[in-house]
Structure formats: C-alpha cells, structure tokens
C-alpha cells in the first residue's frame, strides 16, 4: 500500500459514520444471523459499525406494561451507553419507536435527562429507515428466486412510519417477486405483552393474518421485527404451512441461505 492510499483510507474512516448497533433482545437470543446481516448492510453503505457490549434491553416490556420507575432506570444505561455514536441503528421499529417516542416522554419531568433523551432519539433509527432516508444507500444487489409478501409491523408503521422504505430496497433484489397481502398493516397479534395477556385474541388474530399470507401464493413471508415474525412463523407452522419466513435484512443482504425463522437447524 502507498502512502497515498493509505491516506485515502484513513480519510474514508474520518469521514464514515459511526453507528452504534442497537442488537435488540429477541435477536440476541432467537436470530443473531439478524444482527449480522445489519453489520454487512450498514458496512457497505460505508459505516463504521460498533456493538456496545454494554448494552441492554430498551426497557420496552416494562414501558408498556406501566412500570416507568424501571424503564427509566433502563433507559438512562441505554442513554450513557450510546451516548457518543453518530447514530444508533436497530433492526427493529418496535425498540427504535421506545428509543425515539418513549424515552423523551418518560422524562418529561426532568430538564437535565429529557434533553438527553432527545438528542438520543433524533440520532436513532430503525434499519430500513437509515438506509433509504437517512444514507440514501443502495444496497448491493443480491439474488432471491421467491415470492414474497411482506407485513408492516405496528410499531414501526404507526411510530416511525415505516412502509415504503424496506419494499424500495427489497425491490433491487434480483429474481423477488412482492406482493401484497390483504392487511399487510393490521397488527399480527403479537404485540409484545399483548400476546400473553389476551392469548385468545392473539391467536384469532395471528391466524387471520396466516389467511391473509396464504391467499397471496407467496413462499416467503418478510418483515422488520422479529416478535412479529416469531409469531406469525409460529402459527404458519401449525397450521401446516411451508411459507418461509425471513427479516428483510436477511434476504437484503444476502444471508437468507440458512433456515429459515422457526426452522430447525441442520445437524453436522
């Protein structure tokens, strides 16, 4: 390498964004080939990625059940720990929403964290919005021969108004065929606490939903929270279904060659 190149380089680096990937608990612990596939999105548009291994749930179970006392608590370590990145990015509308809604509301009572929470917030996004609004990036094309229909999750539908973001970027993958199903925005029956609180209507829903992707033909189901997509891998697992079920930055980034959600993994 010349000096020249290597000063190239180094300017590149000076200049490329710092984010800070916000993993989120359920791909943590249920899909981190998620959280990978984030990393190589968010790397080829030209990021410096980073994964604080300080950091913890965004608080949302608590925040919606009604116990502010604790997601306060947690909300200022989620504060401190990304507190010097450029941008926090998660692939996840549900957290980012508690991030970029709920954290400023908590604190609404408190000048000195509220304004912390807000400079939080106005630096957080969720995936699919930081890549198409904020980076405007266009990712490198990759190849999926499927069908598929994609579901808009609540939060980041009503929250942060993610709709048109992952189907334009979904749109430059080669051989993948959209289409949309009947309701693709009518909430799944997951939502969170929701789900154990009201099994009952949960499942009424979460099977309307599975109606709803069957009736399209589509052999793969797409979406951007991965609580959604649990739920609905679950139920289209019981009802016998073979609709595979992938998060969109999966199949973006090309890494939607493995098992599918709630597939099992091959033996060695």
């Known amino acids: 390498m010349t000096i020249n190149e290597a000063h190239q380089r180094s300017e590149q680096a000076t200049s490329s964004p710092r984010v800070a990937l916000f993993v989120t608990c359920l791909v943590d612990l249920m899909r981190p080939n998620i959280g990978f596939a984030a990393v190589k999105l968010l790397e080829d548009a030209g990021c410096r990625v980073e994964v604080p291994r300080s950091q913890v749930c965004c608080g ?32 996840s509308g549900s957290c980012m929403a508690t991030i970029k809604t709920g954290y400023p509301a908590l604190f609404e009572d408190d000048a000195v964290w509220h304004a912390r929470a807000v400079k939080l917030a106005q630096r957080s996004h969720e995936l699919m919005s930081f890549l198409r609004d904020v980076l405007k990036a266009t990712p490198p094309q990759t190849r999926m021969a499927a069908t598929a229909t994609y579901h808009d999750s609540c939060s980041g539908l009503r929250s942060l108004g993610i709709k048109d973001q992952p189907r334009d970027l979904l749109a430059r993958v080669r051989d993948l065929k959209l289409v949309e199903m009947q309701d693709s925005d009518v909430c799944c029956g997951f939502g969170g606490t929701f789900c154990v609180k009201y099994p009952d209507i949960s499942v009424k829903m979460v099977t309307d939903k599975a109606a709803n992707i069957d009736a399209t033909g589509a052999d793969m189901l797409l979406g951007g929270d991965l ?42």
């Open 227 to 268: 609580g959604c997509l649990l739920n609905m891998a679950g139920r289209l697992r019981r009802l016998g279904k073979s609709t595979r079920v992938f998060h969109a930055a999966e199949v973006l980034a090309g890494m939607a060659d493995g098992p599918a959600i709630g597939e099992a993994e091959e033996r060695r």
């Open 60 to 91: 949302q179970p608590a925040y919606n059940s009604g116990d502010f006392a604790s997601t306060q608590r947690i909300a200022k370590h989620v504060i401190d720990t990304f507190a010097d990145y450029d941008y926090v990015v998660g692939p």
